[in-house]
């Protein structure tokens, strides 16, 4: 069975602090890893996303890195901020399909 | 420009009641999808449509789940005899074309209570 195991289930950070969220994957046929943050009430948004052919994407103050060898990627949140207190949903796309295979999700809370 | 929207955006409903799940996407976008979040739960993905062609319908947990498109536009997604086991958010998303690159943009829900 395809599945994305991710942790930690919650996560408390300090303002200013690194927020780390990590997925793991056991289907080498996944080629495409996005993560998505969704606010209460509100439905998943996109935040950043990788292809397995590189090791690290930086977008402002998120960063993805991927280490396909032990098929783990992880989202990376610099000086975190309280307005990034959300729940964070790591994903992946097997090859050839149109499908995303969600992790369970992060709920990060950055005090102030 | 508007966003997908769902309706409604809170059900409750009693053991045995069919529900109908209703979510409109963004305008032109040619794919769409519905997930269920379950309580401390991921998104599990239940269907998806390009156009108003469902290809694969595997992910829909059981035949009292259906679901259709019409006019490549407005989607309906259908529990006959709910269960208390179906309550959880239903959440539809759109992207332009039927790829995954293409961002899912997703609306904000349906929260359903079997009671």
């Known amino acids: 069975q395809q599945q994305v195991k991710q942790s930690p289930q919650s996560l408390i950070v300090q303002k200013g602090g690194i927020s780390i969220i990590n997925c793991a994957y056991e289907?080498?046929?996944?080629?495409?890893f996005p993560w998505y943050q969704q606010f209460p009430g509100k439905g998943p948004a996109l935040l950043i996303a990788?292809?397995?052919?590189?090791s690290e994407k930086k977008e402002g103050r998120f960063t993805i890195s991927f280490n396909k060898s032990a098929k783990q990627f992880s989202l990376h949140i610099m000086d975190s901020q309280p307005g990034d207190s959300a729940t964070y949903f790591c994903?992946?796309?097997?090859?050839?399909?149109?499908?995303?295979?969600f992790g369970t999700g992060t709920r990060l809370k950055v005090l102030a | 420009g508007a966003g997908v929207s769902q309706s409604p955006s809170n059900k409750v409903t009693e053991k045995g009641k069919d529900v109908e799940l209703r979510c409109d996407p963004i305008?032109?976008?040619?794919?769409l999808y519905w997930y269920r979040q379950s309580l401390g739960q991921g998104l599990e993905f239940l269907i998806y449509?390009?156009?108003?062609?469902?290809?694969?319908k595997s992910g829909l947990p059981s035949d009292r789940f259906s679901a259709e498109r019409t006019g490549g536009s407005v989607s309906t997604l259908t529990i006959q005899r709910t269960q208390q086991e179906d309550s959880a958010v239903y959440l539809c998303?759109?992207?332009?074309?039927?790829?995954?690159?293409?961002?899912?943009?997703f609306g904000p829900g349906t929260r359903l209570t079997v009671l």
């Open positions: 994903a992946a796309s097997p090859t050839g399909t149109y499908k995303y295979i």
């Open positions: 990788i292809r397995p052919d590189v």
């Open positions: 998303a759109s992207s332009l074309v039927w790829d995954r690159v293409y961002e899912q943009f």
């Open positions: 289907n080498t046929a996944f080629d495409y």
């Open positions: 305008s032109g976008h040619t794919a």
């Open positions: 449509f390009q156009g108003n062609s469902a290809p694969d």
